[in-house]
């Protein structure tokens, strides 16, 4: 009798547990959208055109990308990300166990660009299939040629600039740099940018910032590793780029991404510095980093939110890193050594590399904004650009 009774018990309660397993499978409801760049209904891209339209007199229109197919790689059961994307079923999704705490809907595929583009990238690309690369616009065009100084002084020969407007292009170009640089493709462009020299933490600084992301995002869906650099970052040592390399496969792949610190008790990457695998977890982790950014800039054109609410690419990237699994044994996140890959505020107000005699592979100059950080550069000998040989090229462009 007892026997009977714990079977009728045992079935009511896994009908119960089919039955909620079944609710959450179908449901439809999620407090979790793409990225509003890349949605794709018709009501949805309308709606989001005028939004900017109002806030911003300088946007573009939705790029060809909004079109591409979608692909949640990162559901599991119990997740609130509905099984259903633009009622489309996905069939059986496969949980990934690092993934995020909030699963992200993240694209299968991006545009590739034109073959001109993919000419200067594929003729750029190091061993195993990684591309040294930073974005820019005009007005920072003199820290543009220090960073090229830098990797010429320790022996680095490939590298891209992507430009953000076509001045900087024609002035590589004239430089001699045509073949390590190109204009962002217009699909990779969300919104324009301003040319000029852009001050923290202004809009165009965001915008600027914002666009580095989803550089960056098409690189890693090229099937590429994005050795990223900001062009503030000064390279000193030669094999600066076999060193993180060693650094990331020393792991045996269980390493994604090697991120700067940006402070001393290690809370906080800096987004200007870091090596990153074309995985799934890390495009994953770009899809969220530009649908962070992009939701607060909306809300600021919408809500005129006050300054501290402002989020650049920084602030976005440690937070989309915050839902990543960062468990020291297995994470797939490593930061790069403090005394060896300094910040601004280690390296040139700390002096950590005095106190300790090391000897780093790069500097960043963060920490130092406008005329500071000129003069901190040119005042520790990190400066290599001939301001004469500049001037020439400026006044042969304009003539």
């Not at 309308?46 to 339209?53: A, E, I, M, R, W």
């Not at 590298?159 to 953000?164: A, G, P, Q, R, T």
Request: hydrophobic share 40%.
């Amino acid at each position: 009798m007892m026997t009977f009774r714990y079977a009728v018990i045992f079935i009511v309660v896994l009908v119960s547990l089919m039955t909620l397993h079944l609710i959450n499978h179908t449901s439809t409801i999620s407090s979790y959208s793409p990225s509003l760049a890349f949605e794709s209904t018709s009501n949805t891209t309308t709606t989001t055109t005028n939004q900017l339209s109002t806030g911003w007199n300088s946007t573009l229109t939705m790029s060809a990308i909004e079109k591409s197919p979608w692909l949640c790689d990162c559901f599991h059961y119990g997740s609130p990300i509905p099984q259903l994307l633009r009622d489309t079923p996905i069939p059986d999704p496969d949980p990934i166990t690092d993934g995020q705490v909030i699963p992200l809907i993240e694209m299968t595929k991006l545009t590739i660009p034109d073959d001109d583009v993919m000419k200067i990238i594929n003729n750029n690309l190091h061993w195993p299939r990684t591309l040294i690369i930073t974005v820019a616009n005009y007005g920072i065009r003199h820290y543009v040629y220090n960073w090229i100084r830098s990797l010429e002084r320790t022996h680095e020969e490939r590298y891209v600039i992507v430009c953000l407007d076509k001045a900087l292009y024609d002035h590589l170009y004239k430089a001699g740099y045509g073949n390590h640089a190109f204009v962002i493709p217009s699909t990779w462009m969300h919104y324009s940018v301003s040319s000029n020299l852009a001050s923290y933490p202004t809009q165009d600084y965001r915008l600027i910032t914002f666009t580095k992301s989803v550089v960056v995002q098409h690189i890693l869906h090229l099937d590429i590793s994005a050795l990223y650099s900001d062009v503030d970052v000064v390279w000193i040592r030669p094999r600066t780029r076999d060193y993180i390399r060693a650094l990331m496969d020393v792991r045996g792949g269980g390493t994604h991404v090697l991120f700067q610190q940006d402070d001393m008790q290690q809370h906080r990457i800096n987004s200007g510095f870091f090596l990153m695998r074309p995985t799934p977890i890390m495009r994953r982790l770009m899809a969220d980093t530009i649908y962070i950014q992009e939701q607060r800039e909306l809300a600021l054109w919408d809500n005129t939110i006050k300054h501290e609410y402002q989020t650049t690419q920084q602030i976005a990237m440690n937070e989309a890193l915050s839902r990543l699994k960062l468990e020291l044994r297995t994470s797939r996140v490593v930061l790069l050594d403090l005394f060896l890959f300094p910040n601004g505020d280690t390296y040139f107000y700390k002096r950590l590399h005095d106190m300790l005699g090391t000897n780093p592979y790069i500097v960043h100059a963060n920490y130092l904004t406008g005329d500071e950080k000129l003069a901190k550069l040119k005042e520790n000998g990190l400066w290599y650009v001939d301001d004469t040989w500049l001037t020439s090229i400026d006044d042969s462009i304009f003539l």
